[in-house]
C-alpha cells in the first residue's frame, strides 16, 4: 500500500516534508520549556534562602524567553497544521477525481461483475474514511513522535535515575498498545468490508422496492440487511472499543508515571542528590512524555481505518481498464448506415463461446430485429456492436471500416440508444434531452419532443421545458421512454439500437411508443431487441437466436411460413 501512496500522492511530499519540519521545531518548544522551567524553579528555590533574595533579573529574562519560545512554536505549528491539511485534502481531492475518470475507463465486465453498493462505497464512505483519518493524525503524527524523542532526551540529560523511573511506568503501557493494535487490525478491515455490503443490500432494496413489496419479500431482505447489519456493528464495534480504550489507558500509565516520578524525585531531592528544579522538569517531562503516547496510540488506530479504506480505493484503482485506443481513428464521416458482421466469436469467459460463427449483412435504413429466448446471445451482439466487449474472433464492420480500427467514441458516435432501462438525471426537462449536446436550438428540441408526443405533456408542466425533474415531479414509465427516445432522436445518429424499449410499459402505452420509435427509425439502420413479436412484425429481418446461434434469418412472412421456432414462439405469444 505505501507503493500506491508514494504514486499517487508524490506531488504533494514537499509539502508534507516542510510541515515535517515545522512541526519538528514547533515541538522543541514543548521539550525546551520543562528545562528552562527548572532553571526557573533552581533561581527561585536558591533566592529563598539567600539573603539576596530572588534574582528576578534573571526570572524575568527566562520567562520572556519561555515566552518567545512558546510563540515561535505556535506559529510553526499552525504553519505546519495548515499545510498537512490542505496536502491531505488536495490528496483526497486527487483520490476522488482519479476515482471518477477510473469510472469512465472501466470496461462494462466491471459493472456486470460488481455489485453497485460496493463500488458507491469505496467511491464515498471509503474516501471519506481516508480523509478524515488522515486528516485527524498526520497533523499529529509527526509532532508527537518528536515530542517523544524529544522529551527521552532531555529527561536522560537531566538526570538517568529518573528517566529509567519514568520509561518503566510506560513500558508495561506501551506493550498492552502494541498487542491492542495488532489485535485490532482485523477488525478496521472488516469494517470497510461489512460497510460496503450494508450499502450494497440496502442500495439494491431500495432500487428494487416495488418488486419486493409486490412478491411480500421485505421481510426476507430485512432479515439479510439485519445480518449484515450485525456483523457491521460487530466489527465497529470491535474497532471502536479498542480505539477508545487506548487513550483511558495511557491516562492511567500517565499518571502512574506522574506519582512514581514524584515519589522518587522528592527522595532524591531530599537526600540532595538533584536539586528541586530537576523534579519540576520531570514532572513536566512526564506529562509531555505520556501525551505523544496516547495521541501515538490513537493516530495508530486511525492510520489502520484509514489503511482499510485506503486498500479499497487503491483496489479500485488497480482494476484493469479498458484498452487505450488513442492510436485508433477517432471519427468516422458521411457513415450510411451499412453493419457486417464477419463471422463473430465470442465468449465473456475464455473457453466458453457464447456467439459461435455470427454473420450478417445490415444494409442502411434497414430493421433488423433480433429475438430468441432468454440468454441467446440477443443483447451479446449489441454489446459487441456497441464495442463494449473485445471480440474473440471475426470483425464487425461500419461502412466498411472494421470497428477494431476506430476507437470506442468513433463507435459511439454512430449509434443512438433506446434501452429498457430508462436513464434521466436531476435537471431541467431541457438539460436532459440535449445531454451532453451542444448544438440543439430550442427549435430542434420542441420539434423532436412532438415527434415522439411528448410536448404536449411538456407544455403543460408549469415551466414547461425548463421544469426541473427530481422527485416531487412524477413520471410514468412510458414518458420517461418518451424523453430517452427525444433524446436519441437529437442525437441524430445514422445507427440506432433499441433493447426492448417497451418491454416495461402496458400495451396501450407500448402503441405510443411504438409510434414514437417509427418516427425515431426512420432513415437508421436500426437493430432491435423485443420480447414482444408484434412490435418486428414490420422488420426488414428478423434474427431467430438460440444459445448464440442464428437458428432461423427471414423476414416475418417468410419464418411464419417455415412453421418453425419463430412461428411457435409467435404463436406461443397469441395463444390462448
Known amino acids: 500500500m505505501m507503493q500506491s501512496i508514494l504514486k499517487y500522492g508524490r506531488e504533494y511530499r514537499w509539502a508534507i516534508i516542510i510541515a515535517t519540519v515545522l512541526a519538528m521545531l514547533g515541538s522543541m518548544a514543548s521539550i525546551i520549556g520543562p528545562d528552562r522551567l527548572g532553571e526557573m524553579t533552581d533561581i527561585i528555590t536558591a533566592g529563598l534562602t539567600s539573603p539576596e533574595g ?37 490528496f483526497s481531492k486527487k483520490l476522488r477525481r482519479l476515482v471518477s475518470d477510473k469510472i469512465d475507463r472501466l470496461a462494462l465486465q466491471y459493472f456486470d461483475t460488481h455489485s453497485h453498493g460496493d463500488t458507491l462505497s469505496r467511491v464515498t464512505n471509503d474516501l471519506d474514511t481516508v480523509s478524515q483519518s488522515l486528516n485527524q493524525t498526520l497533523s499529529s503524527f509527526i509532532p508527537s513522535v518528536t515530542l517523544l524523542i524529544g522529551t527521552l ?5 537531566n538526570n538517568v535515575t529518573l528517566s529509567f523511573v519514568a520509561l518503566a511506568s510506560v513500558a508495561i503501557g506501551f506493550i498492552g498498545i502494541v498487542l491492542i493494535l495488532k489485535s485490532s487490525q482485523g477488525y478496521f478491515v472488516s469494517q470497510q468490508r461489512n460497510l460496503a455490503n450494508v450499502n450494497a443490500i ?12 409486490t412478491i411480500n419479500a421485505s421481510h426476507q431482505v430485512n432479515a439479510q440487511f439485519n445480518e449484515a447489519n450485525d456483523a457491521l456493528y460487530d466489527s465497529v464495534w470491535h474497532a471502536q472499543f479498542f480505539s477508545g480504550i487506548m487513550q483511558p489507558l495511557m491516562t492511567f500509565i500517565g499518571n502512574f508515571g506522574y506519582v512514581a516520578v514524584s515519589i522518587v524525585g522528592s527522595i532524591m531531592a531530599l537526600n540532595g542528590d538533584i536539586s528541586f528544579g530537576v523534579v519540576v522538569s520531570f514532572m513536566i517531562y512526564v506529562r509531555i512524555f505520556t501525551q505523544p503516547l496516547g495521541q501515538l496510540s490513537q493516530a495508530f488506530a486511525s492510520f489502520q481505518s484509514a489503511g482499510a479504506a485506503l486498500t479499497r480505493v487503491f483496489e479500485f484503482l488497480d482494476e484493469d481498464e479498458m484498452a487505450d485506443d488513442s492510436d485508433l481513428a477517432q471519427s468516422i ?27 450478417l449483412e445490415a444494409k442502411s435504413g434497414q430493421k433488423i430485429a433480433i429475438v430468441g429466448p432468454t440468454g441467446a446471445g440477443k443483447t451479446t451482439i449489441v454489446n459487441l456492436l456497441m464495442k463494449f466487449y473485445p471480440i474473440d474472433k471475426g470483425e464487425i464492420y461500419i461502412d466498411g471500416h472494421p470497428i477494431s480500427k476506430l476507437s470506442r467514441s468513433a463507435v459511439h458516435d454512430q449509434f443512438s440508444m433506446v434501452l429498457q432501462d430508462t436513464w434521466l438525471f436531476e435537471g431541467t426537462i431541457r438539460e436532459n434531452l440535449i445531454f451532453n449536446q451542444d448544438h440543439i436550438t430550442d427549435e430542434m428540441m420542441e420539434s423532436a419532443a412532438k415527434a415522439v408526443g411528448i410536448d404536449h405533456f411538456i407544455n ?25 427516445i427525444a433524446r436519441a432522436l437529437l442525437k441524430d445518429a445514422p445507427l440506432l439500437i433499441l433493447d426492448e424499449a417497451t ?15 417509427d418516427k425515431l427509425m426512420e432513415g437508421r439502420t436500426s437493430f432491435v431487441i423485443a420480447h414482444r413479436l408484434s412490435t418486428i412484425r414490420n422488420a426488414d429481418i428478423i434474427l431467430v437466436m438460440d444459445h448464440g446461434d442464428i437458428i432461423e434469418q427471414g423476414n ?19 395463444s390462448k
Open 153 to 157: 532526551v532531555m529527561m536522560f540529560y
Open 333 to 359: 464521416s458521411n457513415v450510411h448506415g451499412d453493419v457486417t458482421f464477419d463471422h463473430v466469436n465470442f465468449g465473456y469467459e475464455p473457453g466458453q463461446t457464447i456467439i459461435n460463427d455470427f454473420s
Open 503 to 517: 418491454s416495461s410499459v402496458d400495451t396501450r402505452t407500448e402503441v405510443l411508443l411504438q409510434d414514437a420509435m
Open 556 to 574: 416475418h412472412d417468410a419464418l411464419m411460413a417455415e412453421n418453425g421456432f419463430y412461428a411457435n414462439l409467435y404463436n406461443s405469444q397469441f
Open 202 to 213: 440496502a442500495e439494491e432494496a431500495y432500487s428494487g422496492q416495488s418488486v419486493l413489496t
Open 54 to 90: 530572588i534574582d528576578l533579573s534573571e526570572v524575568s529574562k527566562i520567562a520572556i524567553s519561555l515566552a518567545i519560545i512558546y510563540g515561535i512554536g505556535a506559529i510553526f505549528t499552525y504553519i505546519q497544521s495548515y499545510l498537512m491539511v490542505t496536502a491531505v485534502q488536495n
Open 460 to 484: 403543460t408542466l408549469p415551466k414547461g421545458y425548463d421544469t426541473y425533474l427530481d422527485d416531487s415531479v412524477t413520471l410514468s414509465v412510458g414518458q420517461k421512454q418518451l424523453f430517452t
